[in-house]
């Protein structure tokens, strides 16, 4: 959506680190998560992280949130070809209840 | 055993026709929604139903209807097809509350073709 944006490609070398920045405009979001959606397939929550935080790590994923800037990204440590999919960053806002808005999506290709 | 199952996965109808996509969840959760993924995967929210609220995406059509029969179901009901309405529609659920962290749990997707 125009509130939530994301690049659209990203293209790296398997074994190399993958970064996959978004941008948000609400400074209300209060949880913002990472999907994964591989091809035919519904999508995946990867992990989230909390308004409050400005880093997570859960295994290969990093993800950092600079809040001043509205600005999240993931980071995937020693790519691998399963890793090649879209990844949607999203938001949820107290004042929106559940509903998350997504950004457009990256699609990573990670090349062998 | 799925989490949230949504039948069927691919649909190919008619200009003009009435369809339902089914969803169901077995998760307990308290609120359903559906999402609609246009061609180039951009993901826009249609419905946020509850036990006690249903949130209507003001953009989409009055053809486009959610009906729940209970807690555990939400199925999507969409009037006089037209050739936009072909995309990839995702049912999901999450609890609320303090469990919002958990995100959503999605459904595997039903690929409309309206032809």
């Known amino acids: 959506g125009e509130d939530v944006e994301q690049s659209l490609f990203l293209s790296v070398r398997e074994g190399d680190s993958s970064v996959i920045n978004c941008t948000y405009t609400d400074s209300s979001s209060t949880y913002l998560y990472w999907y994964k959606q591989e091809p035919g397939a519904g999508l995946q929550l990867l992990t989230y992280i909390f308004s409050n935080m400005d880093m997570k790590q859960d295994q290969r994923l990093t993800v950092l949130l600079n809040k001043k800037d509205k600005h999240l990204s993931l980071r995937i440590a020693d790519t691998q070809t399963g890793d090649s999919a879209i990844y949607f960053c999203?938001?949820?806002?107290?004042?929106?209840?559940?509903?998350?808005?997504f950004g457009g999506g990256t699609r990573l290709m990670v090349k062998p | 055993d799925t989490a949230v199952s949504q039948t069927p996965k691919y649909l190919v109808t008619q200009m003009g026709n009435d369809k339902s996509i089914k969803c169901e969840q077995n998760l307990g959760h308290d609120t359903m929604y559906w999402y609609k993924q246009d061609s180039k995967k951009f993901l826009k929210i249609m419905f946020s139903y509850n036990n006690k609220e249903l949130i209507i995406n003001e953009t989409v059509p009055n053809r486009f209807s959610p009906k729940s029969p209970d807690k555990a179901h939400l199925n999507l009901h969409i009037n006089s097809l037209e050739l936009g309405d072909s995309a990839v529609y995702f049912c999901a659920s999450s609890p609320s509350g303090t469990a919002r962290n958990y995100g959503y749990t999605f459904g595997s997707g039903t690929r409309l073709t309206v032809v």
């Open positions: 999203a938001e949820s806002r107290d004042n929106a209840g559940n509903m998350l808005t």
